[in-house]
Every structure is written in structure tokens, then in C-alpha cells.
């Protein structure tokens, strides 16, 4: 069983906290259980209703109409919202709704019927990284299930990996950029996101993957000598000290620039080491590999 707050709610659909509960308490579609502390918890079906309703809203449907409307008739209006940006709402919806009933034979058919509509390239910009943007807090707060979590990896990690492969463009001999996770950081579809962006734009890329020692890093730039090493912090274990990593990182890489992503950047106080810098955004990450 699946066990949401309402902020986990609120991320996943976009609707503030503070409306879900006006809504909850007038019309009465959501049952949340409350646990010992008098916490709300919502479940797998409250949240594929608030998905639904919020898509409706979203869409020019008022609540009170909504709420009207039977289970049938909420997906067959759902089905006839025709807007692009409904189109692919819709299509994340029905992939959370996938991973959370373990459906892997619905999620990867999802995924292959965009593919074949749109090709690869769009589904994986349009339909793959904002699904993945969507459940990444779930990630951070430990509310999806590992089975969930590898099911969706797993398909997702195949369909980038085929992206990469599709992509016919001659490398630059210069500017090579490695790519890896540290130690103990095993969430690489961020990576292979990025590996993607970077092979369309022509860079020469090592593609080291998850879990790699400093050492093997310093093996690596010895011998290459990259202009750029870039990773992507996701779910760290406790015991790994950021600090103490980004310390001992840069005496192992020489002149190589290393650029960090992640949300443990977002909120780091201390000097950053020269020969650093961290990433907010996709589309920064992007701008400063590539230059």
C-alpha cells in the first residue's frame, strides 16, 4: 500500500495543499487515513482521483461539476481533452497510475505507442524526463516502493538506452566529457538523460555509469584528460559526506572541470572547491557541457 501526503499530493499534481483540503472537505472525493500523530496519508486510488480532477480543472472543468460526474464519464471526458499539454498530462498520469499497480506490461506500452506516434526523441523529451521531474519527489522521500522505483527504471533506462543508440552523429575528437555517479549512488536515468542531450549535440563522451570509485576517476583523467567530469546526486546513502567528497574529489581529477547536479547543491552553504560548479536546471547542465 502506498501511503502520500497531501505535499506529496500537491507535487504530483500541481494543486496547493490548501485547495486539495477546501476541495476534500466540500466534496468529499478524497478519504484520507491519519496516523498515529494525526497526520493525513492518502492512498494509490486517492491520488489517481486527484490526478484526475486536477487534470479536468486544468482544462476548464469546474470542481463542482467534476464531482458530479461518474467514475465512466471523469475518464471518457478525460480521453477527450485534445490540447497537447492535456495529451501528455494525461499520458504521466496514466504512467504513475502503472508503476503503482506494478502494470509493467501497461507503462511499456505507454511508452512504445508514444514512440511509435512521435518517435524517440520526443517521447523521451516530452513524456519520459517530465514523468521522471514528476516522481522525483517521491524518490526523495522514500514514498514510492523499491519494486515500484526498479519496475520504472528499469523500462525507462531500456527506452534511453535505444535513444542513444538511434543517434548517428560523429563525436568531437575535443572537449571530452565523463560521465558518472560516486560511490553508493546507483539512481543513473538522470545520466543517461544527459548522455542522450550530449551525443545529439556531437560531444565525445566516457560513459562510466553508477557507483564509481574517486580512484577510477583519477585512472580515467589521467589517461583522457576530459575538460569535464558531470554527475547527478539523487538518493545518496546516509553515511556519504558531500563535503568531504567534493574535498577529496578534486585532488584526483587534475585540470578537469567537474560540474555536480542535484538537489543536495540546492541547499549547500559552504565554499565551493575551485574547479567545481554546480547545476540547477537540465537546460544549464546542457549549456555548460557543451561549451
Not at 42 to 57: C, P, V, W
Amino acid at each position: 500500500m502506498n501511503e502520500f501526503t497531501i505535499k506529496d499530493l500537491e507535487n504530483l499534481s500541481d494543486i496547493k495543499a490548501h485547495t486539495i483540503r477546501i476541495w476534500e472537505k466540500r466534496y468529499r472525493f478524497l478519504t484520507p487515513r491519519r496516523s498515529d500523530t494525526n497526520i493525513r496519508y492518502y492512498g494509490s486510488d486517492e491520488l489517481k482521483t486527484l490526478l484526475n480532477f486536477a487534470l479536468l480543472n486544468k482544462n476548464g472543468y469546474k470542481i463542482s461539476v467534476i464531482a458530479e460526474m461518474s467514475p465512466a464519464k471523469i475518464a471518457e471526458t478525460i480521453l477527450s481533452l485534445s490540447s497537447f499539454e492535456a495529451r501528455h498530462e494525461r499520458l504521466i498520469n496514466a504512467l504513475l497510475n502503472a508503476m503503482m499497480d506494478l502494470d509493467a506490461q501497461s507503462f511499456e506500452k505507454l511508452i512504445d505507442d508514444h514512440i511509435g506516434n512521435d518517435g524517440i526523441d520526443n517521447t523521451i523529451r516530452h513524456l519520459l524526463f517530465p514523468f521522471l521531474q514528476r516522481i522525483g519527489i517521491l524518490w526523495m522521500t522514500d514514498h514510492i516502493r523499491v519494486a515500484q522505483e526498479h519496475l520504472v527504471s528499469n523500462l525507462i533506462r531500456q527506452k534511453l538506452i535505444r535513444g542513444i543508440e538511434d543517434i548517428n552523429v560523429s563525436n568531437a575528437i575535443e572537449n571530452t566529457v565523463v560521465l558518472f555517479l560516486p560511490d553508493g549512488e546507483y539512481h543513473e536515468i538522470g545520466l543517461l538523460y544527459v548522455y542522450y542531450l550530449l551525443k545529439i549535440k556531437g560531444k565525445n563522451i566516457i560513459y562510466l555509469g553508477a557507483d564509481v570509485p574517486v580512484e577510477e576517476l583519477e585512472y580515467v583523467c589521467r589517461i583522457k584528460q576530459p575538460r569535464y567530469l558531470y554527475t547527478h546526486l539523487t538518493s545518496l546513502p546516509s553515511r556519504f559526506n558531500f563535503e568531504k567528497y567534493l574535498s577529496t574529489i578534486t585532488g584526483h581529477i587534475g585540470d578537469s572541470l567537474l560540474m555536480i547536479s542535484g538537489k543536495i547543491t540546492h541547499n549547500y552553504k559552504n565554499e565551493i572547491p575551485k574547479g567545481v560548479t554546480f547545476l540547477k536546471s537540465i537546460e544549464e547542465v546542457i549549456d555548460r557541457l557543451v561549451a
